[in-house]
């Protein structure tokens, strides 16, 4: 990929440009419709080479002092180059600007040492399947 890279806050993104790096990225991804995902977040930034969407991660709030990390999700082409620790950094900065005073994420065991990278604690928490 070329071009420079952007990052940008909460820029308008389309269902189509969300499930291509959504399918590049997460083997087995489902096309889905993002528009109302977005329209329930905080904030959520997107990184850019060019016009390509290489880069996501959503944050969402709980209308007090939480927030949430999302679908942190970096093309394959653009892995190892330190954009998914961008990407956190720039959604927990947005996310303290908008007023959180805690940000939490969850991941899959095998992802604990980038989240350490990015300064996320281990903690105690529960999970319910629902469906």
Known sequence: MTGPLRLEVSPPLTDAALNALFSGAWPGHTPT???PRLARSLAWIAA????????YVNVAGDGGVHAFLLDTTVHPGERRRGLGTRLVEAASGEAARLGAEWLHVDYEPELAPFYAECGFGPTAAGLRRLR
Not at 50 to 55: E, N, P, S
């Open 48 to 55: 850019f080479r060019g016009d390509r969407l290489v880069g």
């Open 33 to 35: 419709a993002f528009a």
